[in-house]
């Protein structure tokens, strides 16, 4: 008779957001493809299109805004990318 063992540990799908933000932070690419310093959240060119407002935002730690912030960034690089607007 088989066991079922869970090799993983059911994770919240908080934790799991933590852990897939936390891995974009330490990984070295960009959303748009381009190398990026590890521990930041986008390469300089992103980062440079960013208002002053979003790029704030991603000064928070995860759980204190940074999620929401950085999100929101995402979501203003992808539009920034679909109106062709080139920094
Ligand atoms: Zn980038």
Redesign the pocket.
């Given at each position: 008779m088989a066991t079922t063992i869970q090799s993983r540990p059911e994770l919240s799908p908080q934790s799991r957001l933590a852990v897939r933000l936390r891995d974009e932070l330490e990984s070295k690419r960009?959303?748009?493809?381009?190398r990026?310093a590890a521990g930041k959240s986008?390469?300089?060119?992103?980062?440079m299109q960013l208002t002053k407002e979003l790029a704030d935002g991603l000064d928070k730690k995860i759980f204190a805004g940074y999620e929401e912030a950085y999100q929101a960034a995402v979501d203003f690089?992808a539009e920034q990318k679909r109106k062709g607007r080139h920094a």
């Open positions: 960009c959303i748009c493809h381009r990026k986008f390469c300089s060119k992103c980062q690089l």
